[in-house]
């Protein structure tokens, strides 16, 4: 027994030291040499300052304005906002598209929040679009736009999201409706290998791009 | 739905075919035979032996590698323990996290060394880059090990045939898992996917972006079947995978270990057909999971369609309950998550089960509720399917009135009782301490929500943790964070973090001692030659008799309770 305690720690720390100290190491290393920026998370930088990344959402909203043109507030003194109308919107966040803190929304399928919150996710959407897309109904609204995403910062959505959400934002830009499906097309990524998993728009690319469009 | 069960398809396809290749490789390690790694690796082998003061040629009887297996286990809780209790004095901790309560520390430790990956804490929030590298990584490598270790074991008692009941050199047996199989893939798959975009960093949280060395981790937390991911949302969250090609080659790293050994086993016993049998039963079995849950998952939720939402696939939408879901996975991506990573006992999840529809939830129950045998976690599966195995071959002997014999080996009730211990064990903490945590006040706190789904929560939890699986309901809670990241002032829910503790290390050594006690036992046994009444166990009707049995005693074992969650659940529209 004395003799197996002592092998045991031997054998702990010596693994310890090998795959928990050089083998994380020496894949940083290489990761870093063969795929920098990817290892480092896809930075967006703007004027030399860190803005997000290319694979997280972000929340493209803006201070609610009130009548006196100045930002309006909740009871807790928290600034309100709205979806600015010429960025595309990326799925809905049950973490306010935390990159700091992530958790699940956890809505269970029979759960009374769960239609509450999907309720108001629709109504949300079709306030935003009806104005550019007259006629737009609930039944038409895809899954994606509706639904909490699972990390909270999900960057993509379905490519019929996307179609809806291109005439508000061509017209809110003032850009042919044309110019920005071209945009939506170069920024969807397809099915791996052309079979796997589910084609998406990526839009924080999306609204990169258009940004750059308009300067 | 077609390009759904295509791609579910073509992925079956690729890791059937992988899985011989692997399966071979990994008998030739077994049995110290030369593999193209030799040249590279046998140096270091030596080396290590001489640090660990190991005779690799010293054999072990069953109770002596029993012994040195719970001492580095059990060492292993000890040192994972002091790591996380001492956060704060710790190097590679760019964010100055301090320790999380004592419990939960308690909790995380039985996670990872069982092999579970249970988290009750959230990684970017609460854990050092320390801890996670040399902490919870080398825990993933080393449980992983371990449970390759006793099935390695297990074989060996099945194959003896000289009978002086040694079973291996438990130290040797673990460096060399460590070295020959699982580090190089490890280490392959890190690279493959930092090019998909997964972070690879030492840098901490830049602007708002929680970083660290996630790709090294990821890739053992799915070649091991652990599960723990580095971000809270785990692998649902693109930093951990980025991409839908990402997301099947994880797919991949989580079966290839399981799905391979089978065909190890029907090497190392001499008779490829017994691999094959058992491999048919596991793909059977996760065949109808997989169809059961994606085609649950794409009909949607009661909740979803009464607040007005079609959940119907029409152009540019895929339609189905993508609540918890990731758009590039989709629901076919996500549904053959669920159901990999709970046949196996990878607690890593791509959505959040919670939001599984009612039916779509039950898949990863029953799934458990096999006791994880169905590929199961890297070793513990095929020893589970092996426990299987024995009791199908002896109430397979008991139809026909034969003493039963598995491989020319008698099969008398030492062994038997054995087996029950290791089948039946896991099935009774789990009901035993579901019933304490939702009939005493105790488990009320941790508990999200209402009605069928706050049961759900409270059995998954223990199912979950006793067949070391890893995967949540992730509502149930056992920690909560009321402050900004880093522990301070974070409270923690002591009854659902202790009595969780003890379900892992229950559920994971109460088996392995048994069925390291079965290879000592048929270790020693004399083999009969094969005889005109001997049942054979390589043919399609042992298969099905096998699938019976895992059915039976899995399933209805835990009928009751099935009832009560998610039966109720995909049964009605009620909402509560």
Same mark, same amino acid.
């Given at each position: 027994?004395?003799?197996?305690?002592?092998?045991?720690?031997?054998? !702990?720390?010596?693994?310890?030291?090998?795959?928990?100290?050089?083998?994380?190491?020496?894949?940083?290393?290489?990761?870093?040499?063969?795929?920098?920026?990817?290892?480092?998370?896809?930075?967006?930088? +703007?004027?030399?300052?860190?803005?997000?990344?290319?694979?997280?959402?972000?929340? $493209?909203?803006?201070?609610?304005?009130?009548?006196?043109?100045?930002?309006?507030? &909740?009871?807790?003194? @928290?600034?309100?906002?709205?979806?600015?109308?010429?960025?595309?919107?990326?799925?809905?966040?049950?973490?306010?598209?935390?990159?700091?803190?992530?958790?699940?929304? @956890?809505?269970?399928?029979?759960?009374?929040?769960?239609?509450?919150?999907?309720?108001?996710?629709?109504?949300?959407?079709?306030?935003?679009?009806?104005?550019?897309?007259?006629?737009?109904?609930?039944?038409?609204?895809?899954?994606?736009?509706?639904?909490?995403?699972?990390?909270?910062?999900?960057?993509?959505?379905?490519?019929?999201?996307?179609?809806?959400?291109?005439?508000?934002?061509?017209?809110?830009?003032?850009?042919?409706?044309?110019?920005?499906?071209?945009?939506?097309?170069?920024?969807?990524?397809?099915?791996?290998?052309?079979?796997?998993?589910?084609?998406?728009?990526?839009?924080?690319?999306?609204?990169?791009?258009?940004?750059?469009?308009?300067? | 739905?077609?390009?759904?069960?295509?791609?579910?398809?073509?992925?079956?396809?690729?890791?059937?075919?992988?899985?011989?290749?692997?399966?071979?490789?990994?008998?030739?390690?077994?049995?110290?035979?030369?593999?193209?790694?030799?040249?590279?690796?046998?140096?270091?082998?030596?080396?290590?032996?001489?640090?660990?003061?190991?005779?690799?040629?010293?054999?072990?009887?069953?109770?002596?590698?029993?012994?040195?297996?719970?001492?580095?286990?059990?060492?292993?809780?000890?040192?994972?323990?002091?790591?996380?209790?001492?956060?704060?004095?710790?190097?590679?901790?760019?964010?100055?996290?301090?320790?999380?309560?004592?419990?939960?520390?308690?909790?995380?430790?039985?996670?990872?060394?069982? @092999?579970?990956?249970?988290?009750?804490?959230?990684?970017?929030?609460?854990?050092?880059?320390?801890?996670?590298?040399?902490?919870?990584?080398? +825990? @993933? $490598?080393?449980?992983?090990?371990?449970? /390759?270790?006793?099935?390695?074991?297990?074989?060996?008692?099945?194959?003896?045939?000289? =009978?002086?009941?040694?079973?291996?050199?438990?130290?040797? &047996?673990?460096?060399?898992?460590?070295?020959?199989?699982?580090?190089? /893939?490890?280490?392959?798959?890190?690279?493959?996917?930092?090019? +998909?975009?997964?972070?690879?960093?030492?840098?901490?949280?830049?602007? &708002?972006?929680?970083?660290?060395?996630?790709?090294?981790?990821?890739?053992?937390?799915?070649?091991?079947?652990?599960?723990?991911?580095?971000?809270?949302?785990?692998?649902?969250?693109?930093?951990?995978?980025?991409?839908?090609?990402?997301?099947?080659?994880?797919?991949?790293?989580?079966?290839? /270990?399981?799905?391979?050994?089978?065909?190890?086993?029907?090497?190392?016993?001499?008779?490829?057909?017994?691999?094959?049998?058992?491999?048919?039963?596991?793909?059977? !079995?996760?065949?109808?999971?997989?169809?059961?849950?994606?085609?649950?998952?794409?009909?949607?939720?009661?909740?979803?369609?009464?607040?007005?939402?079609?959940?119907?696939?029409?152009?540019?939408?895929?339609?189905?309950?993508?609540? =918890?879901?990731? +758009?590039?996975?989709?629901?076919?991506?996500?549904?053959?998550?669920?159901?990999?990573?709970?046949?196996?006992?990878?607690?890593?999840?791509?959505?959040? $089960?919670?939001?599984?529809?009612?039916?779509?939830?039950?898949?990863?129950?029953?799934?458990?509720?096999?006791?994880?045998?169905?590929?199961?976690? *890297?070793?513990?599966?095929?020893?589970?399917?092996?426990?299987?195995?024995?009791?199908?071959?002896?109430?397979?002997?008991?139809?026909?009135?034969?003493?039963?014999?598995?491989?020319?080996?008698?099969?008398?009730?030492?062994?038997?009782?054995?087996?029950?211990?290791?089948?039946?064990?896991?099935?009774?903490?789990?009901?035993?301490?579901?019933?304490?945590?939702?009939?005493?006040?105790?488990?009320?706190?941790?508990?999200?929500?209402?009605?069928?789904?706050?049961?759900?929560?409270?059995?998954?939890?223990?199912?979950?943790?006793?067949?070391?699986?890893?995967?949540?309901?992730?509502?149930?809670?056992?920690?909560?964070?009321?402050?900004?990241?880093?522990?301070?002032?974070?409270?923690?829910?002591?009854?659902?973090?202790?009595?969780?503790?003890?379900?892992?290390?229950?559920?994971?050594?109460?088996?392995?001692?048994?069925?390291?006690?079965?290879?000592?036992?048929?270790?020693?046994?004399?083999?009969?030659?094969?005889?005109?009444?001997?049942?054979?166990?390589?043919?399609?009707?042992?298969?099905?008799?096998? *699938?019976?049995?895992?059915?039976?005693?899995?399933?209805?074992?835990?009928?009751?309770?099935?009832?009560?969650?998610?039966?109720?659940?995909?049964?009605?529209?009620?909402?509560?």
């Amino acid at each position: 027994m004395r003799k197996d305690l002592i092998r045991g720690s031997i054998v !702990l720390v010596v693994f310890t030291l090998l795959l928990g100290v050089a083998y994380p190491l020496v894949m940083t290393g290489i990761a870093q040499v063969t795929f920098g920026d990817k290892a480092d998370g896809s930075l967006i930088r +703007q004027n030399g300052t860190v803005v997000g990344s290319h694979l997280l959402a972000r929340d $493209f909203s803006r201070p609610l304005l009130g009548t006196d043109g100045k930002p309006k507030h &909740d009871a807790d003194g @928290n600034v309100l906002t709205e979806p600015d109308p010429k960025y595309f919107q990326a799925r809905p966040s049950a973490t306010g598209y935390s990159a700091t803190v992530t958790y699940f929304p @956890n809505r269970g399928p029979n759960q009374a929040s769960t239609r509450d919150l999907t309720r108001q996710h629709l109504a949300a959407y079709l306030a935003l679009e009806r104005p550019y897309s007259p006629g737009l109904k609930a039944s038409q609204v895809p899954v994606d736009a509706a639904t909490f995403s699972a990390s909270g910062v999900d960057p993509h959505i379905s490519k019929a999201n996307a179609a809806i959400q291109a005439r508000r934002v061509a017209a809110v830009r003032k850009l042919p409706l044309a110019r920005v499906q071209e945009l939506i097309s170069e920024n969807t990524a397809g099915r791996a290998l052309g079979i796997f998993g589910e084609p998406g728009v990526n839009v924080t690319d999306l609204n990169l791009a258009l940004d750059q469009e308009a300067r | 739905m077609t390009e759904g069960f295509l791609q579910i398809a073509v992925f079956c396809v690729i890791f059937i075919a992988a899985a011989p290749l692997l399966g071979g490789y990994m008998a030739r390690v077994f049995t110290d035979e030369r593999v193209f790694l030799t040249p590279l690796v046998a140096p270091a082998e030596r080396g290590l032996y001489r640090v660990f003061r190991v005779d690799p040629e010293e054999g072990q009887d069953w109770k002596a590698y029993a012994r040195s297996m719970l001492v580095v286990s059990g060492l292993g809780v000890l040192l994972l323990f002091v790591i996380l209790r001492t956060q704060g004095i710790h190097p590679f901790n760019p964010s100055d996290f301090n320790s999380g309560p004592w419990d939960l520390s308690f909790n995380t430790a039985s996670s990872f060394v069982t @092999n579970t990956n249970w988290q009750f804490y959230g990684g970017e929030t609460t854990l050092s880059n320390f801890s996670q590298m040399a902490g919870l990584a080398v +825990q @993933n $490598f080393l449980s992983a090990a371990v449970g /390759i270790a006793v099935l390695v074991a297990l074989m060996r008692g099945i194959a003896a045939r000289h =009978g002086d009941g040694k079973l291996g050199n438990f130290y040797k &047996d673990l460096t060399r898992i460590v070295l020959y199989i699982l580090v190089p /893939i490890a280490a392959l798959a890190t690279i493959v996917l930092v090019s +998909q975009g997964v972070l690879q960093t030492l840098g901490g949280t830049i602007g &708002d972006i929680a970083r660290g060395p996630v790709a090294s981790q990821e890739a053992i937390k799915e070649l091991g079947t652990n599960g723990g991911g580095f971000f809270n949302v785990n692998s649902s969250y693109p930093f951990e995978n980025p991409t839908a090609f990402s997301n099947y080659f994880e797919l991949f790293l989580i079966l290839c /270990i399981p799905a391979s050994l089978p065909f190890t086993y029907g090497r190392i016993v001499g008779s490829r057909r017994q691999g094959w049998t058992i491999f048919a039963t596991m793909f059977v !079995l996760f065949a109808v999971s997989v169809a059961v849950v994606y085609v649950a998952e794409q009909h949607g939720t009661p909740a979803q369609h009464l607040a007005g939402l079609s959940t119907d696939h029409f152009s540019g939408s895929a339609g189905g309950n993508l609540e =918890g879901k990731e +758009q590039r996975f989709g629901i076919a991506g996500s549904s053959l998550w669920t159901a990999v990573t709970t046949v196996t006992s990878t607690g890593a999840v791509n959505a959040g $089960f919670e939001s599984l529809t009612g039916l779509g939830g039950l898949v990863p129950m029953a799934n458990m509720g096999y006791s994880e045998s169905v590929f199961g976690g *890297v070793g513990s599966g095929l020893y589970t399917m092996l426990l299987f195995v024995l009791l199908a071959v002896f109430i397979g002997g008991l139809m026909v009135g034969r003493t039963p014999e598995y491989l020319g080996k008698k099969i008398e009730p030492h062994e038997v009782k054995l087996v029950s211990i290791g089948a039946l064990f896991t099935a009774l903490i789990v009901l035993v301490f579901t019933a304490l945590a939702v009939s005493t006040k105790y488990g009320g706190p941790s508990i999200y929500a209402e009605g069928p789904n706050g049961f759900s929560e409270s059995f998954y939890a223990y199912l979950s943790q006793a067949n070391n699986n890893g995967s949540a309901f992730a509502g149930y809670t056992g920690f909560l964070q009321l402050n900004a990241p880093g522990n301070v002032g974070a409270l923690s829910v002591t009854f659902a973090n202790v009595m969780g503790g003890l379900t892992m290390l229950l559920g994971r050594f109460v088996p392995m001692l048994a069925v390291l006690a079965v290879a000592g036992s048929l270790a020693k046994k004399k083999v009969a030659p094969l005889g005109l009444g001997t049942m054979r166990t390589d043919t399609p009707t042992f298969a099905f008799l096998l *699938v019976g049995v895992i059915v039976l005693i899995g399933a209805l074992t835990f009928l009751p309770a099935f009832l009560l969650g998610p039966v109720v659940q995909s049964l009605t529209t009620r909402l509560f």
